[in-house]
């Protein structure tokens, strides 16, 4: 059979969209047909269901329309009786489809600028669905690209194959861009919407930076060296925590390179930013030095159940680790994790003497001792008048100018002191409404339910009914800057693992759950032995 040039051109036609679009030739061939069907409904009828075919090989069109086999027709235009579906199918049964073929027709002007509607619509669907699945598994690199208009301060960049944004919030402070130039940036969001997929490109995240050192160092690139944080000021300053898996290899020199060669690519491509690069350590109290750098640093005091930390530095170090506005705490503090307080020595030892002065303070009117007994406790290290209540006797006997007797004394006074103070409390509770059932929740002192009650915590339920956070706090952290939220037992020296027990205990308690089962195992085994 000749094939007539029409059929040809169909083909042709769908082989120069395929190319020139990026997409499957079956999709082109696919909208056509849809677009022919379309077109033919609106000569055959609206309701009837045509169904257009091209042969991909010869680009023969054909037409038909499918009807349903069914006893009684109700539809003519998209029902048949079983007598007539047999005369083109014998095999013909109710519930089958007949395809009815339809003869060729020509085009008219609206039915042919009604096909072309439903071809482009189709291929720019394709079109956004193939960008849409290219650039969502590209997040995370760096792409390439010329600027193709300027708006408002958003710069739009043509990718070759889609088109991107960095809106003015994500490029590096007073940093222009004309049309034409060409642009690097970070893929860090890709969204599917209704007029397009959105590949949104960043030139200050943090990532942006360590990809950029990705690239100019080998060792980066081949896994020797990990890149483990990075914080930026994005335009001033950086900080980017490295190690190395090789410990031939310095990871700090290998991302300098030859005379600061490979650090000064990465630091043209950002307009200037100055990087400090940093040796990562796990051990916290050492990466939190190292990220304080060029400070130097006297004494680091760890405070791992409020994610903070504490830096003593001399005093003429002070102004070089806060930095500029703070900017080199801040960069530390994002780049470790941790909150950051710099103290200098002498504030340090004021607060310690003031911390010493409380203590002897607090000694003297509990134990009703003077100045230098007062004075002697504090400088052995006890903290609180129940460390001195329950510490064994020899302890305090060994304290020199203490004896046998004294000591004896001073744990009674202290005990007495304790019980007053008890009393005092359970009074309290008692006054809030606060139930006795829950001294029994194992934990829970008196102190704590007075506290508790003060929070309209006054049974067991109410406890079992507490989460982590509403005990002990959370800190929450935005911006780069963290704002702590207190819990009802702030200051009961509580970790998390003792909260959620305490809450455990009390949903055990109230026979929300059951105790857990390693716990009877362990009673049952400690009754046995007994």
């Known amino acids: 059979m000749v094939v007539s040039a029409n059929r040809l051109e169909l083909l042709q036609i769908a082989d120069a969209v395929a190319r020139e679009k990026s997409i499957d030739r079956q999709i082109v061939i696919d909208a056509m047909q849809d677009a022919i069907a379309k077109a033919a409904r609106s000569r055959y009828g609206a309701e009837t269901d045509v169904h257009a075919e091209i042969n991909t090989k010869s680009g023969e069109l054909r037409l038909a329309r499918h009807l349903q086999v069914v006893d009684q027709v109700e539809n003519g235009a998209v029902e048949i009786t079983l007598a007539e579906a047999k005369r083109h199918n014998p095999a013909a049964q109710v519930g089958d489809v007949i395809a009815d073929p339809l003869p060729p027709f020509d085009f008219g002007r609206i039915a042919a600028q009604s096909a072309k509607q439903v071809i482009v619509q189709k291929v720019r669907e394709a079109e956004r669905d193939r960008q849409y699945d290219e650039y969502k598994d590209r997040i995370g690199e760096i792409v390439n690209g010329a600027v193709k208009r300027v708006e408002y301060g958003n710069v739009f960049v043509d990718l070759g194959r889609g088109e991107a944004i960095i809106r003015r919030d994500e490029m590096i402070p007073r940093e222009t861009f004309k049309v034409g130039d060409r642009a690097r940036a970070y893929v860090y969001d890709v969204r599917r919407e209704p007029r397009g997929p959105q590949i949104f490109l960043s030139r200050t995240h943090p990532q942006f930076m360590a990809k950029l050192f990705g690239q100019e160092v ?135 003497q003031k911390e010493f002065l409380a203590r002897t303070e607090i000694f003297m009117n509990a134990l009703n001792v003077d100045e230098t007994v007062g004075q002697l406790l504090a400088s052995e290290g006890f903290r609180n008048v129940e460390e001195v209540a329950y510490v064994e006797p020899s302890e305090l006997a060994s304290i020199e100018g203490f004896d046998d007797d004294t000591a004896a004394e001073i744990q009674s006074r202290a005990q007495e002191y304790l019980a007053g103070v008890e009393a005092e409390l359970d009074e309290k509770r008692r006054a809030l409404g606060v139930e006795d059932e829950l001294r029994e929740v194992e934990g829970v002192t008196t102190s704590m339910m007075v506290a508790l009650g003060e929070n309209d915590v006054k049974n067991v339920e109410d406890l079992a009914g507490c989460a982590t956070d509403d005990l002990v706090g959370w800190t929450e952290r935005k911006d780069g800057e963290s704002t702590r939220h207190a819990g009802y037992l702030d200051g009961f020296d509580l970790s998390r693992q003792d909260a959620e027990a305490i809450i455990m205990a009390a949903r055990v308690k109230a026979g929300w759950v059951e105790a857990p089962v390693e716990d009877e195992t362990e009673a049952s085994d400690e009754a046995a032995e007994a």
């Open 218 to 352: 080998p060792e980066i690139y081949d896994g020797i060296v990990e890149v483990k944080a990075v914080a930026r000021d994005p335009g001033s300053r950086a900080k980017i925590a490295v190690i190395s898996r090789d410990s031939s290899i310095d990871p700090v020199g290998a991302c300098v390179g030859m005379r600061g060669s490979r650090v000064q690519a990465v630091v043209g491509e950002l307009q200037g930013e100055k990087i400090d690069i940093i040796p990562w350590s796990p051990d916290v109290a050492t990466f939190v030095v190292n990220a304080l750098q060029p400070a130097e640093v006297a004494k680091v005091v760890l405070d791992e159940e409020a994610d903070k930390i504490e830096v003593v530095v001399p005093d003429e170090q002070l102004s070089l680790a806060i930095g500029r506005r703070g900017q080199n705490v801040r960069l530390a503090s994002q780049l470790t994790g941790w909150d950051i307080d710099i103290l200098t020595e002498a504030e340090e030892s004021e607060r310690r």
